[in-house]
């Protein structure tokens, strides 16, 4: 059958590239030790992996060829969620730290203290929602067409407090976190001396990388709670608060999958906006941080080194700069 939706192919063709382009900073980033930043570009290449494949497979049909596969990515789902706002509070911590002349990642331990913290809010916490959302899991997963795999989520009271308010949360603590930061950073601009003594003691980091996470976190500031929030409310529009009664009667006839035809469920504007946010928005923040970082001095060095190791192996290498002719490099055969 075909595609019944207006995103088709603009939606895969995007979220190939978002996995694509939140990978490629990744190298540096681990080896800068930036785990909150590693995390947040790895929510996001898996969120737009699981996308693509989800929007390729259930393109115009209602089949169901692989419920482990829609068992793992309608978690994923879930995962996303609360990994990348995770991450984000990741990031405004080490900032944080970082602004207020804490002593961070000096030396190994601290960086291995900073890492195990960090993977313990980035991955565990997300994890930890994971695992909680099957209490308020009413049966196995939905398939949407056109859209694919989805998390389903029993509309009852202890679900706000298991998994729904757990990104609002980690927003409100990343906003904490930037809010200081960014006034922080004004002082810090008019004594901008001290300012770089004290980014240039972190080997990890640089002012403009500093920066540009300073700006990640604002965006995500302004962003977080407020679409948290609204995806909230959009998702609950018409659906009224179920009590719980009992494990028994929220799992009953678990191992139920809904087949929902896009003709249905585009049919509630509510639902269909929070399902667009859900898959869109991991999109965005992977284009969003490869505009932050793609382009940066670290990277351009290291695709620079890519290309002259992919050329070395048609035997083509740069040749050595002379005198007169600084910085610039022409192509010699071997």
């Known amino acids: 059958m075909p595609s019944h939706d207006p995103m088709y192919p603009l939606f895969p063709t995007f979220a190939f590239l978002g996995f694509v382009v939140s990978l490629i900073p990744l190298p540096w980033h681990i080896q800068a030790w930036n785990s909150g930043t590693c995390a947040f570009m790895l929510w996001t290449a898996i969120s737009c992996l699981t996308g693509f494949v989800n929007s390729i497979v259930w393109s115009g049909n209602l089949r169901n060829p692989a419920p482990v596969w829609c068992d793992i990515s309608s978690k994923i789902i879930i995962g996303v969620s609360v990994g990348i706002p995770a991450a984000i509070l990741c990031i405004s911590r080490r900032l944080y730290y970082l602004t207020s002349g804490t002593t961070v990642s000096i030396t190994h331990e601290d960086k291995r203290r900073m890492v195990i913290i960090d993977l313990c809010i980035a991955v565990g916490i997300p994890v930890i929602i994971m695992t909680l959302h099957y209490i308020v899991q009413g049966h196995r997963f939905d398939i949407l067409e056109d859209i694919g795999c989805y998390p389903v989520v029993y509309n009852t009271l202890p679900a706000y407090f298991l998994y729904l308010m757990w990104p609002v949360v980690l927003g409100a603590i990343s906003f904490v976190f930037s809010v200081f930061v960014a006034l922080t950073l004004r002082s810090f601009w008019i004594r901008r001396l001290q300012f770089n003594q004290l980014i240039t003691s972190n080997s990890s980091m640089s002012v403009s990388r500093y920066l540009r996470l300073v700006l ?42 809904a087949l929902v035809p896009a003709l249905i469920w585009r049919s509630d504007r509510s639902f269909t906006i929070s399902v667009e946010l859900t898959r869109w928005l991991p999109v965005l923040c992977a284009f969003l941080f490869f505009a932050l970082f793609g382009f940066a001095s670290e990277a351009q060095r290291c695709y620079k080194i890519a290309f002259w190791r992919v050329m070395g192996v048609f035997g083509v290498k740069p040749a050595p700069a002379t005198p007169s002719k600084a910085g610039l490099k022409t192509l010699s055969l071997g």
């Open 216 to 257: 990640l976190a604002i965006i995500d500031m302004m962003c977080t709670v407020p679409l948290g929030v609204y995806t909230i409310w959009i998702g609950n529009q018409g659906i009224g608060l179920a009590p719980w009664i009992s494990w028994e009667d929220t799992h009953f006839n678990f191992s139920r999958v």
